[in-house]
């Protein structure tokens, strides 16, 4: 009796491998709760090799959860990657960085570096939770389970995520950002600006560029995809010329000005100029280069 006990034992602790390494279908849960569509990806093992299939794209529109099946999944483990625009999830954790085309598609997933047609994606590892669902073969169904929020993006994405314009396809626009750097021998102010939706001109508080300093000075999502671009007050460097008002700690607000000889008025005392920074349908970093 103890014999055929201890055997039953050995048989029990061999079969669980065996039966982990055996396929089955996982539900993929993933659900949207952002304000725009975002795109899923997701690599897992068929055998039990070490490589993985790559799975692209699921569609999952906001407020919306994703609830397909990926067939065949061997392992307690997926990898996945979700974008929309800019940003890309998982924000901060990253378990594997795969290979992924632009279009859908089904292959092997392959690992940096990458051909002329895929772009290195990052991507999260996520267990794949029992269920009691029976499912074919007689195995039940994996689940895995994800929630998309913005809450997830770093510090200054997650402030711009909710309420984040979309683009033709409903997924978030491209974050903007302009960087300046400055080639000359001293410091120089520079400031970022937007026309109003009143026809006025705005910039942001005046930042101080060191000598050889690059810096982003703004990121978010400007109007019609342009960006003001002021190298200082009194300075008359810029295409555009403007009256500004005296305040350095705080915004700017400006109003055009005709010519160079034209007085500015004393509610905006400072003669300035800009110019107008236009970014492409996909173009997410300007560079301007401001000094002499």
């Not at 397909?68 to 594997?96: C, F, I, K, Y």
């Not at 389970?145 to 770093?154: A, F, N």
């Not at 008359?236 to 109003?255: E, I, K, Q």
């Amino acid at each position: 009796m103890r014999s055929g006990f201890l055997g039953f034992l050995l048989m029990a602790g061999f079969a669980a491998p065996v039966q982990a390494q055996a396929p089955r279908d996982v539900l993929l849960e993933v659900c949207n709760q952002t304000g725009f569509a975002v795109a899923a990806a997701a690599a897992y093992r068929t055998t039990p090799a070490p490589s993985r299939t790559l799975r692209s794209w699921f569609m999952i529109a906001p407020g919306e959860c994703l609830n397909g099946a990926l067939n065949g999944v061997v392992g307690e483990d997926l990898d996945l990657h979700v974008m929309s625009g800019s940003w890309v999830w998982p924000a901060r954790e990253t378990a594997q960085t795969y290979c992924v085309p632009a279009d859908a598609t089904l292959t092997l997933a392959s690992v940096p570096p990458c051909s002329a047609n895929r772009r290195a994606r990052d991507f999260t590892r996520l267990p794949v939770e029992a269920t009691s669902r029976r499912g074919p073969g007689g195995r039940n169904f994996g689940r895995v389970v994800h929630r998309i929020h913005c809450e997830d993006l770093g510090a200054a994405d997650a402030g711009l995520c909710p309420g984040a314009p979309v683009d033709p396809r409903g997924m978030a626009a491209f974050v903007r950002e302009l960087e300046v750097c400055n080639n000359g021998r001293g410091p120089v102010p520079v400031s970022a600006g937007q026309v109003t939706t009143s026809g006025g001109l705005e910039f942001q508080p005046w930042q101080a560029l060191a000598a050889g300093e690059c810096r982003v000075i703004y990121r978010g999502f400007p109007r019609d995809g342009q960006v003001l671009l002021a190298p200082g007050p009194d300075s008359l460097a810029g295409g555009g010329l403007v009256c500004m008002t005296d305040n350095a700690d705080g915004p700017v607000f400006a109003a055009p000005r005709a010519g160079r000889s034209e007085a500015c008025p004393q509610e905006r005392p400072l003669p300035g100029s800009y110019e107008t920074v236009v970014f492409g349908a996909q173009t997410g970093r300007m560079t301007m280069f401001a000094g002499q």
